[in-house]
Each structure stands twice: as C-alpha cells, then as structure tokens.
C-alpha cells in the first residue's frame, strides 16, 4: 500500500468531463489521437463526474457515475491508456438534494440522518443568544472569528415536517425558491374563483419575500395552516450543507465514498474544502488545531486501506506556514503560489522570487502538484507572506492582480462577519490572458512548469491557449466570475487547435516531461543572471536542462536520455 503518500511520475490532464466534446468519450478519444498519446499518466477528472447539481460539480448528490456524462467504457478506455485517474472527495459538504438530505426533510427528527448536518442552533446553543429570526446569534468574541465565504452568517433555514424552521450550518451556496401555485393546489377547501384569487395572492408574496404566515388571508383565515402547508410543500432548497463530523455516520460515508473511487480507478484523491470540516465555538473554522489534523489522520489510514494517495487542497497565506506543516505531515499539497510567481517572473523579467521558492521545495522536501491555470481562479491571497517572510511584498501582489484585471480578468472576495469584503481570494481568467495572450510567454510558463519539482496539472483550455470567455462569465450569474476560463471545446475546436504551433510546442514539452526519467532524479539550479533560469534534472546518465531568459521569453531544452539519445528544442 502506499503509505508514504508518494506520488507518481508524470504529467496530469485536468477537465471536466464535458469539457471536450459532450462527454468524457471524447476526451479519451483526444486523448488517443497520435499528436496527444503519450503526453499525459494521470487525468484529474473534476466532479461532474458524480451526481451533482451546482457549483460546476463541487455540490454532489452522491457519487455514483454521472451517466449523462461518463460511462464504464471510458474508465476501461482509460485504462488501456495507462491513465492513472484523480477524483475529489468533497470533505465539508453535500448538495440539499443527496439521499442524506432529502431523508431529513421528510423524516425530520426520526430521520436517520438528522445528525449527518451540523444544526446551527445546536451547535452554539452554549455559546450564543438566541435571535429575534430563530437563529442563535454566537457571541461578539466568537463572531468576530468566524472564516467567511459570503455575507452573512452561514445558515440556511430548513422546514420541517413538523412545521418547524431550523437553521443549519451552510458555508457555501445556497438557494430557497418556491414553484409557483396553481388554483388546483387548493381545491381542497377552496371554489375555483376563490382559489385563483388565494394563488395570486400568495404567488405575489412569494415572490416578494412576504412571510407567508403574517398574511392577512381574509376568509380564508381559518385554513392558515392549511394555506402555509401548500407554500412550504412547494419550496426547493438548492445548496451545499456542511457536514458533521462529529457523526459516525459521515465518517461511515467517507469510507464507503474512498472505496468507490478506488473502484473507479483512482489513484489520487484530492480533499476539497476539509479545512472547513472541523468546527469548534471560539475557533475560526478554518483549519482549526489540531482537530482538522486528527480528522486528516483519520483519512489517510482510510485511504491506505484502498491504496489511496490523499492531496488535501487549501487555499492559505503563505505567511501562515501551512503547506509546509502539511509537507512535514506527509502529505502532497497543491501548488497555489506557483501560478502567480511565474506571472510576476515573466512580466518583470527576474528570477528571484520563483527561485526563492523553488529553493524552498527542495530544501524542505514538499512535494506538490502544480499547475497554471484550473478549474478555478489564479491565486492571489495565497501569496501573501508575514513579517519574517514572503514570496512576494504586498504592492507586488497587488501589481500582479492589477495587470490580470487590465487583461480582463475578474475577482472573487473574502467577507467578515460583517458582511464587508476583507480581501481579493483569487482572480478569475484564462491563464493565456492573464500573460497578455503572449504566445512567447505561455511558452515559456509551460516549459517552467515542466521542469518544476511536483505533478505538473495541465488544465484543457491553457494546452489550446484558450482565451478569456467573457459571454460565459456574464451568463453566468452567481459564481460566473468562475466560467470565464471553462469553455467547452468542440471536436472541431480540437481538430483545428491541434494544427496550431503554441499547441504543438506545448505538447511536445510535456511529452518530453512525461517520458523522460531524469525528471525522477535530482533537480540542480544554476546561478544566473536575473532575468535568466538555468534548472538541470539528472537522474543517472539521463539528464534535461532548460535555459531561459525572462527578458524576452527565449528558451533551450537539451535531453540525453543515457542510451545515446540527444534532443535540443529552441524557442526564439
């Protein structure tokens, strides 16, 4: 089993699986086609894999396949490819509309998963005061710790069957939203006239937030309850309920949920948003010490039992030492400083703070997977440092930002318990616009990515140096910040795309990073001059060597591969 957590050698494909084509077939066709085999050992398959129904995937139902989507066939295709496959746990959270949850709505307090969600009120019964709106408000010094994702606090009111709204505990998404009533919701103790004139009434209060139950209902005052019955029987939740993991039973889920995506052909299992799973009152929830470190040890001997390799993914302030205390953990972590640090390298031409940091993995042992762009944002709160160190001073962040932004980028913020923003979380766009769409520099990125220490993780639209797609952000809505880097690409976008010589040259790196076993041995950096990089891999007689100048983007890759093999690709 792998215990050690090591992770494998080569490059890691990454899209949804609707990202090329319509389905995950075509993207192992892609994959298949002679300019693409060979280039990639691992595909980071993003969740809309499972059952889910928001946020792009990260709100999953269950995690059956999603059919629609992706077949057996294709993880057999895969297979025969020597595809090793990565797939998400999601640690907080399950969408409103899993078994789990729909069990609680029906059964409420008998329901045999009344405990698998965190009940808000519950949970800070002794460290709050009960509100005015049926919530517990926790107290002042509590608050003012709490780790926000949004405005306001993280609830979201659930209706009973006895009647009843309870607040339960939702960092993330959420929605209520009522179907609209028909006369025939009313028949029951309403004539027709009556009831069209009942539904109006109630459809336009509805609509405008009204309490349903302080509404003067006239005549049919009598049947209140009855009334109130109809309105809730039509409300739809849509959102991402935290769990509790206090409870056996969603440790018991856990469980079962590695197992399947072990079955699957997992070899990889990245952990979103754990560090939101322990919560302890007078805590900030976000990563809380040590629980989120015995709930992390908990995973891992799960795992080994499936011969699991766990990537726990967390967006933190380089400041605060965290991917270093999860390297000293053994455990691999994501590389979200990397994306930001070669924007800065190649628009100021230096490179001091890359190296500092490449310096950094080495000595300290971290292994990583990187990547340039995903599925997400480009990082940006991440490389904040602290009095004793940093990657990059804080006006060069804010530099960094600004120029993605002049690029076409768009933001995503941080709230406090207040409601207002504390800080940019990550700058949305397509990594290929955010270098200015600068075929030279996109270049240049990738081949630095291939010689860093980790996985390399290439996301689909930056191999066919895909633009920003603002239609897709502003159609969006909520959360559509995020779809400007997730075009869809046709078949005929790939047949066209792979003619193109960025493509090309890209692909042709990576194979060589894929292939190539002195990528397995040792990385040496040479002293240069700032604006250059001189990185060597040497494993035995097999060696790889990129020579690079930031100023204007040029670059050489020499190879040996210790049979007598040489290769040389120059990039002017």
Not at 13 to 32: C, E, Q, T, W
Not at 159 to 188: A, C, H, I, M
Not at 307 to 314: C, G, R, S
């Amino acid at each position: 089993m792998n215990k050690n957590n090591k992770l494998p050698h080569g490059v890691m494909f990454n899209a949804y699986p609707d990202s090329i084509g319509r389905h995950l077939a075509d993207a192992v066709n892609m994959l298949k086609r002679q300019e693409v085999k060979g280039a990639f050992s691992l595909f980071y398959i993003l969740p809309t894999f499972f059952n889910s129904d928001l946020d792009r995937g990260f709100s999953i139902i269950d995690y059956n396949l999603n059919e629609e989507l992706v077949s057996e066939k294709d993880l057999e295709e895969l297979e025969k490819l020597n595809i090793m496959l990565m797939f998400d746990l999601v640690l907080n959270h399950l969408s409103v509309g899993s078994p789990q949850f729909q069990d609680m709505l029906k059964y409420g307090d008998n329901s045999q998963y009344k405990e698998f969600f965190i009940d808000w009120n519950e949970f800070w019964r002794l460290d709050g005061e009960m509100g005015d709106d049926g919530y517990v408000v926790p107290k002042e010094e509590h608050l003012q710790k709490l780790f926000m994702r949004k405005p306001g606090l993280p609830i979201l009111k659930v209706r009973f069957p006895d009647g009843s709204d309870r607040p339960y505990w939702n960092t993330f998404y959420q929605e209520v939203t009522y179907q609209e009533l028909v006369p025939e919701d009313f028949k029951e103790f309403a004539k027709t006239t009556q009831a069209q004139a009942l539904a109006e009434i109630l459809n336009k209060a509805v609509k405008a937030g009204a309490d349903v139950s302080e509404l003067d209902l006239g005549e049919f005052s009598r049947y209140r309850d009855d009334v109130i019955r109809v309105v809730e029987q039509k409300r739809r939740y849509l959102g991402q309920m935290d769990l509790n993991a206090r409870s056996e039973k969603v440790w018991e889920f856990y469980d079962e949920t590695l197992k399947k995506l072990r079955d699957y052909g997992a070899k990889l299992v990245r952990l979103d948003a754990f560090a939101y799973l322990h919560k302890q009152p007078g805590m900030n929830n976000f990563f809380n010490k040590p629980g989120t470190w015995d709930y992390l040890d908990k995973l891992k001997k799960m795992a080994e039992k499936y011969d699991l390799i766990l990537v726990p993914e967390i967006h933190a302030e380089y400041g605060r030492g965290l991917h270093e205390e999860m390297a000293k953990k053994g455990f691999p972590i994501y590389d979200f400083f990397f994306p930001g640090l070669v924007i800065d390298a190649l628009d100021r031409g230096t490179n001091r703070h890359l190296l500092y940091w490449i310096r950094e993995l080495l000595e300290k042992n971290i292994k990583t997977i990187n990547m340039l762009g995903c599925h997400d944002g480009i990082p940006v709160l991440d490389l904040k440092g602290n009095d004793r160190k940093e990657l990059l001073g804080n006006e060069q962040i804010d530099a960094v930002v600004e120029r993605i932004l002049d690029r076409g980028g768009r933001v995503k913020d941080l709230y406090g318990p207040d409601g207002k923003k504390i800080s940019y979380y990550q700058v949305n766009a397509a990594f290929f616009s955010a270098l200015g769409e600068d075929e030279r520099k996109l270049r240049l990125a990738r081949a630095i990515q291939m010689f860093m220490p980790g996985v390399p993780q290439v996301w689909y639209l930056d191999l066919f140096a895909g633009k920003n797609d603002y239609a897709a952000a502003d159609k969006g809505g909520t959360g559509g910040h995020k779809e400007i880097n997730r075009t869809t690409l046709q078949m005929s976008d790939i047949e066209e795309k792979l003619k193109q010589a960025i493509v090309q040259d890209q692909l042709q790196i990576i194979r060589l990073r894929n292939n190539l076993s002195a990528f397995s041995g040792k990385l040496d950096i040479h002293d240069t001059d700032d604006h250059c990089l001189d990185l060597t891999w040497k494993n035995r007689t097999c060696i790889a060597t990129l020579k690079a100048d930031l100023s204007d983007y040029s670059f050489t890759i020499t190879h040996q591969d210790g049979t007598g093999g040489n290769g040389l690709l120059s990039y002017r």
